[in-house]
């Protein structure tokens, strides 16, 4: 099965907040700083992420640029 690499910005980050739930994601921040993890829960404008080591980080919406996730595709 192929994947294909889904991008969600900052501005759509509250929309799309329901579709990053429970996925290992990629979080890049404007500066340039990249954190890989499982997001454990989106609110108050504010991300929680679990990373391979078991550390939680708490990122601001304002602090972030971009998601990135592996989305399976059909072909």
Known sequence: ????????FQSELSAR???????EINVVLK???TFFGHC???ENQLL???DQRMHDHTLAFTQ???VVY???STF
Do not use: C, T, Y
């Open 17 to 23: 907040a329901a579709e990053l739930l429970n996925r």
């Open 31 to 33: 500066s340039n700083q």
């Open 64 to 66: 972030i640029d971009l």
């Open 48 to 50: 929680f992420l679990k």
């Open 70 to 72: 592996d989305h399976e």
């Open 1 to 8: 099965m192929g994947k294909r690499l889904i991008r969600v």
């Open 40 to 42: 454990l829960k989106i």
